[in-house]
């Protein structure tokens, strides 16, 4: 592999921060970075606009880093529990508002990053732009119900991810685009959920998602993928 750039978004998460931290451990990453919220470069997922004015900064040539063109780009944002409200587990649990902020985090802010961002992606060369997912987020694999907003934002993630997959191909022949399940990651989102001996540890985890993304391949559409390799029917 050739020197290359990479970009994490949510890079101050547990799965974000070992993303970010596996391209600066690589000494062919002759530029890794990470935004989130925090820091000089940041933005919000509930602000589009600054989520332009970061891009505008990375396609500048005259701007800090010069104008970015990234192998790979990660997007590790997302959240579980919202305004202290977890996943509902029954019907009657369900409100508008909280269903519509599980949709605009998990969603549709990870949408507006893909319209801001994968202008960014390498063109004609092998590249890679992946999100977080989740097996819940499975429509096909779904044999417990409950968490019914995290579901369908999830859902909502992966068929996004997925038209916009099929459109970017058509400039960028060998990107390959993923949507990605973790595992159970130890980390504030699981942590509630699960003990953390039941769970891998956030460098565990990107260290094997990282060799699977090696292992695809471009096909002119999305590809949904567990930490282990296997697909995840949609």
């Not at 063109?69 to 649990?93: M, S, V």
Request: net charge neutral; hydrophobic share 45%.
């Amino acid at each position: 592999m050739s020197a290359y750039q990479a970009l994490v978004l949510g890079a101050t998460g547990a799965i974000g921060n070992a993303f970010l931290k596996h391209f600066q451990n690589d000494a062919e990453c002759v530029l890794a970075l990470g935004l989130s919220r925090q820091g000089d470069v940041r933005f919000e997922l509930e602000d589009e606009s600054s989520m332009a004015q970061c891009a505008a900064l990375l396609r500048n040539p005259l701007g800090p880093y010069g104008a970015c063109e990234f192998k790979y780009i990660i997007d590790a944002t997302g959240a579980l529990t919202l305004d202290g409200q977890g996943p509902e587990k029954r019907l009657q649990a369900l409100n508008s508002k909280q269903l519509l902020r599980q949709l605009t985090v998990n969603a549709v802010g990870p949408a507006l990053l893909i319209k801001h961002f994968l202008p960014l992606l390498l063109t004609q060369e092998a590249a890679c732009y992946a999100t977080l997912s989740a097996r819940v987020g499975s429509i096909e694999d779904n044999h417990k119900g409950g968490w019914y907003g995290y579901r369908a934002a999830k859902a909502a993630r992966n068929m996004l991810l997925q038209t916009a997959a099929i459109e970017a191909a058509r400039q960028r022949p060998m990107a390959v685009f993923a949507a990605l399940q973790p595992g159970t990651v130890q980390s504030n989102l699981s942590a509630q959920f699960v003990a953390a001996q039941d769970a891998i540890t956030p460098q565990a985890s990107v260290a094997q998602l990282m060799h699977v993304l090696a292992q695809l391949r471009p096909t002119g559409r999305a590809q949904f993928v567990d930490y282990a390799g296997h697909a995840i029917p949609w």
